[in-house]
């Protein structure tokens, strides 16, 4: 069946380092949507990529949607303490959404 | 205030006990969907809805059942809930676009669910 995989899990970095996690499906998207979920909390929407090839940014944060429209994958630049959380993508199959499991972003001040 | 409310946010039962997960959102959306969370597994889809009267399965649907008798309200129902199922559950809305597409998913504050 249809799967979304999402590396790293977690990832550890310095204030100020960069993040990039990145998303796989192993069918072709119609779109693909970017959330933030920080400790304790709900998954908040932060964007959508829907055309092949997209770029998209968001101040320090830039997602990108492949060409097949099978990968995605989002950058932050000089991360910050606010960063911190959990990132997941989200492929939309027909009417369903495929989440993938998440990279866990811990940033040390 | 547009959000998505859920009730209860905390429920610990008993094996076999059936309960019910009440959703609402008040931004007059077409889909509205539910989710577990299990650490290590994302999010994964239970049901959909992709307006009243019209549901679907998701990924893994079995031991649930959901209605969409109105548009605002989207209740997930476990009749004879069991272990495997304690989780974490959210329910998300979002508007349709034409083509088939879904805008952004508003998720409500999830119900953190035990089954002993």
């Known amino acids: 069946g249809q799967q979304v995989m999402q590396i790293p899990q977690y990832q550890h970095v310095q204030e100020g380092e960069d993040f990039t996690t990145y998303c796989n499906s192993s069918?072709?998207?119609?779109?693909i949507q970017w959330y933030k979920q920080r400790p304790g909390g709900h998954p908040v929407f932060l964007i959508q990529?829907?055309?092949?090839?997209e770029v998209k940014k968001q101040k320090r944060l830039t997602f990108q949607f492949g060409e097949a429209k099978k990968n995605s994958s989002l950058h932050i630049t000089a991360t910050q303490t606010t960063d911190v959380g959990t990132y997941f993508c989200?492929?939309?199959?027909?009417?369903?959404?495929?989440f993938g499991s998440g990279t866990k972003l811990n940033v040390k001040p | 205030e547009a959000q998505v409310t859920q009730n209860p946010r905390y429920l610990i039962t008993v094996t076999g006990k059936k309960l019910t997960v009440t959703c609402s959102q008040n931004?007059?959306?077409?889909?509205m969907s539910w989710y577990r969370q299990d650490p290590g597994l994302g999010l994964r889809q239970i049901y959909y809805s992709m307006n009243v009267e019209v549901t679907d399965k998701g990924d893994v649907p079995e031991g649930y059942k959901v209605s969409r008798k109105e548009k605002r309200n989207f209740p997930l129902i476990l009749e004879s809930p069991s272990p495997n199922q304690t989780s974490l559950y959210f329910c998300a809305s979002s508007l349709s676009q034409r083509g088939g597409s879904y805008n952004e998913q508003f998720f409500g504050p999830g119900t953190r669910l035990t089954v002993l």
């Open positions: 931004m007059n959306h077409e889909y």
């Open positions: 990529l829907v055309k092949s090839g």
């Open positions: 069918t072709t998207l119609s779109n």
């Open positions: 989200a492929g939309q199959d027909f009417n369903k959404f495929y």
